[in-house]
Nanobody
């Protein structure tokens, strides 16, 4: 069973940066490099929204329009880690951020339904 644990969230001011980390374990496909990995976020009272995704081997990435140019997803296969670098944070970025994984790493998925495994989430709060 794949397990995902997020870390790195916190309370910051607008304009600050944060780097979220996602540690993966229980992988069954020969390592994290085989999996599709993604980041989603959910603000209070709202649906869970796509933030960024990275395909098998890191060949392809995609970012939501709202974070393009500010956020960047990356992965380290050797450490089974996925990262979300967040720069120029805005109060609208306040949400719980979730790491997600799926065994079909050939594509970049942007829907919640594209992923089978989820972490518990880490809170990011951006003050004005």
């Amino acid at each position: 069973q794949v397990q995902l644990v997020e870390s790195g969230g916190g309370l910051v001011q607008a304009g600050d940066s944060l780097r979220l980390s996602c540690a993966a374990s229980g992988l069954t496909l020969g390592g994290l490099g085989q999996y599709l990995m993604g980041w989603f976020r959910q603000a209070p009272g709202k649906e869970r929204d796509f933030v960024a995704a990275i395909s098998w081997g890191g060949a392809r990435t995609d970012h939501a329009d709202s974070v393009k140019g500010r956020f960047s997803i990356s992965r380290d296969h050797t450490k089974n880690m996925v990262y979300l670098q967040m720069n120029s944070l805005e109060p609208e970025d306040t949400a719980i951020y979730y790491c997600a994984a799926d065994e079909d790493g050939r594509r970049v998925g942007i829907s919640v339904s594209d992923y089978d495994y989820w972490g518990q989430g880490t809170q990011v709060t951006v003050s004005p």
